[in-house]
């Protein structure tokens, strides 16, 4: 129901805006074409547009605004570029072009001119009452002087109503300027003066100018969106339930804990991250300035997220959503990438947009515990684009190099998490390893002393320790094993293998399936809070088997039970 109105004059880059807006939807776009080819210069201008817009995206040469919008799925994203060439082909079908300098409409004109003012708010209406967003391009002509003849004067006039049509019922408009997006505020502000502490609930004034971008108005309240991508795990465990949703193996060993606790001895002093930083760069045959150290892994996708300015990101999905929830909220345009679950989850890198120049990608992947081959990742890494891989699950594979180990591949960035494995959730211990420049880039947007002495010892001890990491992600991987025999037991179930300390199970026809869990006192983490995933989904963690044991009875009751409605 979102309708967006992206204006520009000549050569402003209108339509390349418009067309980021609507790949930031993560939604399937339809491109509408409304004008007549009336010239070779048309027909080049119409083949550049089509070459920059991603090959998956549908174009419909079409004035009948209405129809191909309601022939859209009501989720498509619709692209209508533009107002100018479809004024100017219903202008001529209605008969208001003419020769004369001078030309009053009077009432044939006059009637003519409102007929096409009608349909466009047909349009409009029904763009409203959609699911889906609308996009339409429209340039500003009236921008320039006056024109002399009589039929650019029309033209113009009609533009100007029906530009104000559009606007009056978007619920954005945005001015392209040199091929950067301004929000035009739908008010004035109340002043100019920099808004206060007093000033009136949710008002903002904003001005980011290394980024070209002015937003005037109000903040729009928070959408039902942002709040799924940034619910995890950890807040779907009521109380006295079975923890199956946290994805972290329960409690570090007795030898870290020892460790830990040794440090608790220096906690008066500031914490010095050089050690941490100096063991996990060596850990990867790098020097210390291509590592970062980190409070949580989720920090980096935060500090990416401020830090950098793409023109395009581009989300690996289904997969951890706090990286989209960050680009979002950063402002920045994200496109959706969807795994293909009937090649077991594995990422086409052709469907990644070729202008993302900045694209996130989980390995192994959370939630589907897919690793993609190296290949893949090879094929994303290029000049002038950042790649990040999220390797939080790494620690739990036989070889957990990864592609840390791969300074030769351009722009990636691996992050690592130390919390799964080690169960060290509570401490946020992390570290990312990328090229110095970007390194130092991230660092410069920390407070200082960011992660605490604890987390920094715990990084070192962990870094160090290799076969006792081994050993515990062998005993993970063979309750893991279990846990996927005894799902595949269950009639009903599609269950996926998995390299991670989790597996996801897909139960068609029962959406309720948590909320039947939950009933018999075990949390399993809900599916429909990753892109590409619904009700019927669930993630669930490895845990020990008498555990497995207890959720495999619950699993085989839930779903030879008649579903019902979900209320989870």
């Known amino acids: 129901m979102t309708r967006i109105l992206v204006i520009g004059p000549t050569r402003s880059g209108k339509s390349a805006v418009a067309e980021r807006l609507a790949a930031a939807t993560g939604h399937p776009v339809v491109v509408i074409t409304p004008g007549l080819v009336t010239d070779a210069e048309m027909a080049e201008r119409i083949a550049a547009h089509r070459r920059r817009r991603p090959a998956g995206w549908t174009t419909l040469e079409t004035a009948d605004l209405a129809a191909a919008v ?118 004035l502000p109340a002043a100019l003066d920099p808004p206060t502490r007093s000033g009136p609930p949710g008002a903002v004034m904003q001005r980011e100018a290394d ?18 991508l940034r619910e995890h795990g950890d807040r779907q465990v009521p109380a006295g339930t079975v923890d199956l949703a946290v994805n972290v193996v329960p409690g570090p060993p007795r030898w870290l804990r020892d460790r830990l606790e040794a440090a608790l001895d220096r906690a008066d002093a500031y914490p010095d991250d050089t050690q941490a930083r100096a063991a996990a760069a060596a850990r990867h045959h790098r020097p210390l300035e291509e590592c970062l150290v980190l409070d949580g892994a989720a920090e980096a996708i935060w500090l990416l997220a401020a830090a950098l300015r793409p023109r395009l990101a581009a989300c690996v999905h289904p997969s951890f959503t706090e990286p989209e929830a960050a680009l979002r909220a950063c402002g920045h345009p994200v496109v959706r990438v969807q795994r293909d679950p009937a090649a077991g989850w594995a990422l086409d890198p052709a469907t990644v947009p070729a202008d993302a ?25 290029r000049p002038g684009r950042i790649l990040v891989v999220d390797e939080a699950f790494a620690e739990l594979l036989d070889d957990a190099a990864g592609v840390a180990d791969r300074r030769d591949l351009p722009g990636v960035v691996a992050v690592r998490s130390l919390t799964k494995l080690w169960g060290l959730a509570g401490l946020r211990v992390g570290y990312l390893v990328a090229d110095a420049e970007l390194v130092a880039q991230l660092a410069a947007h920390r407070q200082p002393w960011p992660v605490n002495a604890l987390a920094l010892e715990a990084v070192v001890a962990c870094v160090e320790a290799d076969e006792h990491r081994r050993g515990r992600a062998r005993a993970v991987a063979a309750e893991r094993d279990h846990l996927l025999a005894a799902l595949r037991s269950v009639p009903g179930l599609t269950v996926w293998p998995s390299a991670a300390n989790f597996v996801l199970v897909h139960a068609p026809g029962h959406p309720d399936l948590r909320r039947r869990l939950l009933d018999r006192g075990l949390a399993v983490r809900r599916g429909d809070t990753f892109p590409g995933l619904g009700p019927d989904h669930v993630r669930i963690a490895v845990r020990d088997r008498a555990t497995t044991d207890r959720l495999v009875t619950a699993l085989s009751d839930a779903v030879a039970a008649r579903p019902s409605a979900s209320r989870s």
């Open 70 to 187: 309601m022939s859209s799925a009501p989720d498509d994203t619709v692209l209508v570029d533009a107002l100018d060439t479809w004024l100017t082909r219903r202008m001529g079908e209605a008969g208001l072009w003419t020769e004369a300098a001078v030309a009053p409409l009077g009432a044939a004109g006059r009637a003519a001119r409102d007929t096409v003012l009608a349909e466009l708010t047909g349009f409009w209406d029904t763009a409203g009452a959609r699911p889906g967003t609308t996009l339409v391009v429209a340039g500003q002509p009236g921008w320039g002087p006056t024109p002399t003849d009589a039929a650019t004067r029309r033209y113009l006039d009609l533009h100007g109503d029906a530009g104000q049509r559009l606007s009056a019922g978007a619920d954005r408009v945005v001015l392209a300027v040199a091929g950067r997006a301004v929000e035009v505020a739908d008010r």
């Open 211 to 228: 980024r070209g971008v002015v937003v005037a108005g109000r903040r729009p309240p928070p959408d039902d969106m942002a709040g799924r």
């Open 357 to 381: 120049d900045l694209v996130v990608v989980g390995r192994p992947d959370n939630p589907t515990g897919v690793v993609d081959p190296v290949a893949t990742v090879e094929a994303l890494a």
